[in-house]
């Protein structure tokens, strides 16, 4: 492991609690916490769905890879990657050498989590389906990037954030 960059890197599938552990395990660490879809937004000015409408999904995915790129250099506490960064070869690349944690959910939870929400673009239509297809296609990614795998289905964010906590120490 580099002694540079995050404590951790949160990936995951949406609905797998990415934002709501990093900010519980930043805390416990006192260090801060970042997440990779917020700075896109701020530098787009404008929604990671509205990205996705007026300007396409390559023109996000190559918003993300800067973000992710950048996050990983500057940043020194948890950070939480969005649910696809993982899908580009230079963000797995990049991703070496930084304790990567998987944050694994079954469909029923993430689908419980994420519900209906309009600000996942990826998952508008058919969204149970949509959901499926996203882990089933990015479940082997996860795995290959991260460090450990941790379940997160049926449990309580600060119970995750604990065992986190353990494998960021």
């Known amino acids: 492991m580099s ?3 995050p404590v951790v890197v949160l990936v995951g599938p949406p609905g797998a609690g ?7 395990v930043a805390s416990t660490l006192s260090v801060g916490f970042r997440d990779t879809d917020v700075d896109v937004e701020q530098v787009a000015g404008k929604s990671i769905a509205d990205i996705f409408v007026e ?88 795995t290959e990037v991260a460090s450990v795998t941790v379940d997160t289905s049926g449990r309580a964010p600060d119970d995750v954030a604990e065992e986190v906590v353990g494998h960021a120490r």
């Open 3 to 5: 002694g540079d960059g």
């Open 18 to 24: 990415k934002t709501t552990v990093g900010n519980a």
């Open 55 to 142: 300007d396409g999904e390559p023109v996000f995915r190559e918003l993300e890879r800067t973000a992710v790129a950048t996050a990983l250099a500057e940043h020194d506490g948890v950070l939480a990657l969005g649910g696809g960064a993982v899908s580009d070869e230079t963000t797995r690349s990049l991703l070496r050498g930084h304790r990567v944690v998987f944050l694994d959910v079954g469909l029923s939870d993430a689908v419980g989590r994420v519900g209906f929400n309009r600000d996942r673009p990826l998952l508008l239509d058919s969204p149970r389906a949509q959901l499926k297809r996203l882990l089933d296609e990015r479940r082997p990614v996860y």
